[in-house]
């Protein structure tokens, strides 16, 4: 129980604090992603780390986020705000099961982590995630304009932001993650 | 020589698979065909003999779309493009991102992969898919349903890549055995 605590507490601060600190890189039209999204790296890598059980933490931290960042709750474009970060907190674990189904990764080697394995699973997740997004959010011009330009603006934020961020946690943070046993 | 037979045979086999599915095809780019049996012709093809087939696949995208979708329906070089560059291109791109992240070889010994081949389907079908959206979007006269432009897209390229390599495997298996 403290380990489960433990963990859903650190994805859900990495997820709270990876997107609080792009707020200044946010477009005001919500067709146009952020660039470097980051929280994809922490959506990411809490599932890699810590296993599927870390979901609430993930989900926690981008609500908390989205309602600091977008100040509401209730109007169409906040309602599709909060999906999104659904779709963004599944779409790590899905490409993980898929990868996992087809046998291609582990994404772990004898203990050691596979970067290449991961890198891949960034830029499945992103393709996931936005592909999604698609069907969620409405392309009727009214929220999204510009259904081209949201595609490669968010598939671009996903996967740089989710390559970002999970290169700065290995750089800097290897050998907590060794010490602890998740890698 | 090899060379030329292997491309006569990806040309056959992608010329019969775009006139079988021919009669599923709504005649317009805004939403795809349902069971795109050439994309596993593709795919196939270029498990089997290599990269080197592309001017066979590609000539046969060519030649159907110019004079059975009359000029890929009257888009010209952007219809070219989608479904020709795209089209033949798409199964190389995945294969290379598969192979260079590690991920897989499609062959274990002499043995295809059956699940890895599966997934590169599915990536093919994503890639193929969001390549098309780009050119098409743009360039169609009435902008496609984003949804449905997508929803059948991947399911055609995902039920067709897997309907003609699992057939057309299984074929090749017993005649082997024969």
């Known amino acids: 129980m403290k380990q489960f605590l433990t963990y859903n507490l650190i994805a859900f601060l990495a997820v709270l604090i990876s997107r609080l600190i792009i707020v200044p890189f946010d477009h005001v039209d919500i067709s146009i992603g952020n660039y470097i999204w980051l929280p994809m790296g922490a959506a990411i890598l809490a599932p890699l780390l810590f296993g599927f059980k870390s979901l609430p933490g993930v989900v926690a931290g981008y609500f908390l986020a989205t309602f600091i960042s977008k100040g509401g709750v209730w109007e169409a474009i906040h309602i599709y705000s909060y999906l999104g970060k659904l779709i963004d907190s599944v779409a790590p674990i899905a490409s993980i099961l898929m990868m996992r189904f087809f046998h291609l990764s582990d994404f772990f080697d004898s203990g050691k982590i596979n970067y290449a394995h991961v890198m891949f699973l960034v830029i499945l997740a992103s393709f996931v995630a936005t592909v999604a997004k698609v069907f969620v959010y409405p392309m009727n011009g009214k929220i999204i304009p510009d259904p081209s330009l949201f595609i490669q603006t968010y598939l671009m934020s996903d996967i740089l932001g989710g390559v970002v961020f999970i290169y700065l946690i290995f750089k800097f943070f290897t050998p907590q993650l060794i010490k602890n046993k998740l890698i | ?178």
Do not use: C
């Not at chain 2, 030649?63 to 089209?87: A, E, K």
């Not at chain 2, 294969?95 to 295809?112: A, C, E, H, P, T």
């Open chain 2, 1 to 178: 020589m090899l060379i030329i037979k292997y491309n006569l045979v990806a040309l056959t086999l992608s010329l019969t698979s775009l006139l079988m599915v021919e009669g599923l095809a709504n005649g317009s780019f805004a939403s795809g065909n349902l069971l795109f049996l050439p994309m596993g012709a593709s795919i196939f093809s270029y498990l089997l003999f290599g990269f080197g087939v592309l001017p066979g696949i590609a000539i046969a995208n060519t030649l159907f779309g110019y004079f059975f979708w009359d000029s890929w329906s009257g888009l010209g070089f952007p219809g070219f493009t989608g479904h020709v560059v795209v089209g033949s291109l798409a199964p190389i791109a995945a294969m290379l991102m598969m192979r260079l992240f590690n991920l897989s070889n499609f062959f274990d010994g002499q043995k295809l992969n059956f699940r890895h081949v599966v997934f590169l389907v599915i990536l093919t079908a994503f890639i193929n898919t969001l390549s098309k959206f780009f050119i098409y979007m743009s360039v169609l006269p009435i902008a496609p349903d984003p949804a449905i432009f997508f929803s059948t897209y991947l399911i055609g390229d995902m039920l067709g890549g897997l309907v003609f390599v699992y057939v057309v495997s299984r074929i090749s298996t017993f005649l082997i055995k024969q």
